[in-house]
């Protein structure tokens, strides 16, 4: 298996735009960058992202589901299907997830709320997660994808 240090992935994420105030939609792989060498790859990679984008950016990371399951929950469905970073962005208290059943999306940062209006959005169209990344100007991040 590849072995990628932190820090290589910190340039890549650099060179794809992540940076101080920026407005991302991440989609990621982890298990294509290879065994990231640190303790708790994702927790790291994610507060990596977080540094980056600093206290005026935001990130959002797709958490489908598909509709797949039992009743979606915002505050408790599992986006299993999206990836562990993903993943472990809903888990943390200050995440923000959409409406949206099957194409959700948790926010972090100064626009999450953008995605957070009381009444269920469309997958896609307007309203949407999709219109309002298209509204703040969002750069689209494929980290591993």
Not at 68 to 92: A, K, Q
């Amino acid at each position: 298996m590849i072995r990628t240090e932190l820090d290589e992935v910190r340039e890549a994420l650099v060179s794809l735009g992540v940076d101080s105030g920026a407005t991302i939609c991440l989609h990621s792989r982890l298990a294509t960058i290879g065994r990231v060498m640190c303790e708790r790859p994702v927790e790291a990679i994610g507060e990596v992202i977080l540094d980056l984008l600093g206290a005026t950016g935001t990130v959002f990371v797709p958490t489908y589901t598909f509709g797949e399951r039992e009743e979606f929950d915002p505050l408790s469905s599992s986006t299993t299907e999206s990836g562990v970073l993903s993943e472990y962005f809903r888990g943390l208290p200050s995440a923000v997830r959409s409406l949206s059943p099957t194409h959700s999306h948790v926010g972090l940062g100064t626009h999450a709320a953008r995605v957070a209006l009381e009444r269920v959005r469309r997958p896609f169209g307007d309203p949407s997660d999709f219109s309002e990344f298209l509204e703040l100007d969002a750069r689209l991040v494929l980290l591993g994808c």
